[in-house]
């Protein structure tokens, strides 16, 4: 979005449709409960499963949860984000509670089946969620809209370890009780309070072509929904979209090191453990009370600018965690930097596969959420591997790493110039779809 006048965080507020409200509830209500992928490997050691098994039921969680984006897409595509939500949460649910009755002895390949499926369904939703969120929200606030998403989900993410922490000390096992019944609760919420519109049938025309997400493949995009191999064929011979998918496997990794390296990095130093929680609580306040802001500050700007910049901020800010050796206020001021870079992009880059037309939005939306989760399942092996190795050198490594994730992303979002009405005059071009990418 390029209008002179900004958005405001108030005016988008305002405007949020009050089923977006009860979709933002839920992801909220549902982030609270999210325990398993935190807590799965503490609690089966506890419960006596050795640090191997523990790891491998992490493993089936993280394979389930990106193939569960997919999943996702597809019935989103086909059945609706209400019916898809309703599904994922009310399947999750007791999945997720009977993780405390397989935890025992001779359990394993039933456990990790059961963990499986639950990181499979777990996700399911957040396609469905992305598209109902595009779908129902103004499109002059729709990169507000995933901000509110993100700060609903960080907010949950923030608050969920301190339940926890009180939950466990009545009993582990309440925290997969509980997990299954925010689930439950949120597939209720569905069935009660969100819409039935889905989204567009397949094969049915977009009216335009103000929606697509890439220039040189939007008009294809529109009409290639027939069934799914046309849509992710499409979608492969998008080379703009490659280089956006490419930039959140390269940013999703090195933003993971912050969980990852940098609590080693901590260790290594000889930092207490409380340090720790007050690089993540600082990093949490910053980006819950101001992201809105901030988002609302740069709405002016073109899409690709504010990508390329989040991504330079961030790469300073991964740089910087290097010298954390020498002082604390490093690790702060990194963390603080980081938080800002994700702030300045992400919102952008979350909301840009919406942008695409109804008939092939929610799997370049799964898509992208499948391609970040593998990032994320990929990330330990990548920060524990190179850190350990390199050392603070890790550090810039990851800046440079995101820097170049940047830049393709601005090469994945960036589009041409509008042309203008002088050379749009007699172009003979009447009839013909219009396509233009991207526009936030």
């Known amino acids: 979005m390029t209008e002179d006048a900004p958005v405001r965080v108030f005016d988008a507020l305002k405007a949020t449709p009050t089923p977006v409200r009860y979709l933002l509830g839920g992801v909220l209500v549902n982030q609270l409960g999210a325990f398993v992928q935190t807590f799965l490997v503490l609690y089966l050691t506890f419960r006596g499963a050795s640090v191997s098994a523990a790891g491998l039921s992490l493993v089936a969680y993280s394979i389930g949860s990106i193939f569960g984006t997919m999943l996702g897409a597809e019935i989103t595509q086909r059945f609706g984000p209400r019916a898809t939500i309703m599904a994922a949460m009310g399947a999750s649910a007791p999945l997720v509670a009977s993780i405390s009755w397989l935890s025992g002895p001779g359990t394993l390949g039933a456990l990790l089946v059961v963990v499986g499926l639950a990181g499979l369904f777990t996700q399911t939703y957040r396609p469905a969620a992305a598209v109902m969120l595009s779908d129902l929200m103004p499109e002059r606030y729709q990169v507000m809209a995933f901000s509110m998403m993100r700060i609903a989900l960080n907010i949950g993410a923030a608050l969920a370890p301190l339940i926890a922490a009180v939950v466990i000390l009545v009993d582990w096992d309440l925290l997969f009780w509980i997990d299954g019944g925010t689930a439950l609760v949120y597939a209720l919420l569905a069935f009660a309070l969100l819409p039935k519109k889905a989204v567009e049938a397949e094969g049915e025309a977009e009216p335009e072509a103000e929606a697509a997400g890439a220039a040189e493949t939007g008009a294809a995009a529109s009409g290639a929904a027939a069934d799914g191999r046309s849509a ?160 603070g050198g890790f550090w810039l490594l990851c800046g440079v790493v995101t820097a170049a994730a940047g830049l393709l992303a601005l090469a994945g979002v960036k589009q041409p110039p509008e042309p203008s009405p002088a050379k749009d005059a007699g172009a003979g071009t009447e009839g013909q779809p219009e396509v233009v990418g991207g526009t936030s």
């Open 232 to 391: 992710y064929a499409t979608m492969v011979r998008d080379r703009k979209y490659l280089l956006y998918l490419g930039a959140i496997l390269l940013g999703s990794l090195t933003y993971a090191q912050g969980h990852i390296a940098l609590p080693l990095e901590l260790a290594a130093d000889h930092y207490p453990t409380s340090f720790y929680s007050t690089v993540l609580t600082v990093s949490s306040v910053v980006l819950i009370t101001c992201e809105l802001k901030i988002t609302a500050y740069l709405s002016r700007l073109p899409k690709h600018v504010r990508v390329i910049t989040g991504h330079l901020v961030e790469a300073v800010g991964l740089a910087v965690y290097g010298l954390t050796s020498r002082s604390g206020a490093f690790t702060i001021a990194g963390a603080v930097l980081v938080v800002f870079g994700i702030m300045i992009a992400a919102p952008s880059m979350f909301a840009h596969p919406a942008t695409f037309p109804a008939t092939v939005k929610a799997r370049y939306i799964g898509t992208m959420q499948a391609v970040g989760g593998a990032a994320s399942a990929l990330a330990p092996l990548f920060g524990v591997f190179l850190w350990t190795r390199l050392g």
